[in-house]
C-alpha cells in the first residue's frame, strides 16, 4: 500500500522519441545535434557581435539580442531530453523535472512571442519617426520592455504549474514527445482537468493570441506608413528593413499554427507526425533567427565577415 501510494505521490512519466524507429536513433541524433549546434553557435555569434560592436547599440539590435537571448534559453530547455531520448534511450524523467522542463518552455515561447511584437513597434518607430526614433525608444524604455516582457511570461506560466502539481497521475505516464508540454502533461491526469484545460487555453489567447493581433495590427500601421512616403526608393528601403522580422515572425508561428492543426485534427495521423511537428516548432525558430538576420542584415553580415577575415589574417 505505501508504494503504491507513493507511486501515485511522485509519478514517473516516459518520454517518446520517434516510435519504431528506436534502431535507428545514433543516426536521427546526429541532424538534431547538428541542429542544437547551430542554434547555439548562431545566437551567441549575435550576441557576441551587438555586444562588441558599439555602432550596434541601438534599439533594433538590444531586441534581436532579446531574441537571440530567448532562443538560447529554448534551446537549452529541451536539449537535456532531447538528448537523453536520442543519445542514451533514456525516457523516464521524474514529475518535477517534467514540470520544471514545462515551465521554461512555455515561458520562453511567450517571451519569443512577446520580443517578436516588442520588434515589430521598433519597426513601426523606426519607420513613422526616423528622427525621434533613438529619443522614443530609449535604453530606459528598452529596459522597461524586457522586464515586462519577462514578467508576463513568468506571472502566466506559474498558475498552470501549481495546477498540475495539484492534479493525480498515473504512476506510470507515457508522452507524446521527448520534452515536456503543458497540453501533454494534462492528457496524463486522472482527476478532474477543466480547471487547468481552462487555465491554459487563457494563457495562449492572453499572450501569442493577443500578441498575433498586435503584430497584425503593427503591419497594417507600418504598410500604411510605408505608403503614405513620396519617394518609392525610400518605400522599398523602408520595406527591406522589416523583411528580416516577417521571416522571424512567420519562422515561429507557422510551426505553431501546424501544431495546433495536427492536435485539434489529426487524431489519425502517425505519432511520427506529431512529434517531428513539435520538434520543428521548437527547434526551427532557435535555428533560424540568427541565420535570417545574418543573411539579410547588413550590418550584422558585415561584421561577422569582418570578423572572419580578422581571424584568417
Known sequence: MSVFNSSVLYPRFLLTGLSDLESRYSLISIPIFLVYATSI??????????????SLHQPMYYFLSMLALTDLGLSTTTLPTMFSVFWFHAREISFNACLV??????????IESAVLL?????????IREPLRYV??????VIIG??????GRALALVFPASFLLKRLQYRPVNILSYPFCLHQDLIKTTVSSRWVSSIYGLMVVICSMGLDSVLLLLSY?????TVLSIASKTERIK????????????????TPMIGLSMIRRYGQNASPIVHVLMANVYLLVPPLMNPIVYSVKTKQIRDRILRKFK???A
Open 220 to 224: 497594417i500601421l507600418i504598410l500604411g
Open 118 to 126: 516588442a520588434m515589430a513597434f521598433d519597426r513601426f518607430v523606426a
Open 101 to 110: 522542463q514545462m515551465y521554461f518552455i512555455h515561458v520562453f515561447s511567450i
Open 238 to 253: 523602408a520595406l527591406n528593413t522589416c523583411i528580416s522580422h516577417i521571416c522571424a515572425v512567420l519562422t515561429f508561428y
Open 41 to 54: 553557435v548562431g545566437n551567441i555569434t549575435i550576441l557576441v557581435i551587438i555586444r562588441t560592436e558599439s
Open 310 to 312: 580578422q581571424q584568417k
Open 145 to 150: 520592455i524586457g522586464l515586462a516582457i519577462a
Open 135 to 140: 529619443t522614443i525608444l530609449t535604453n530606459g
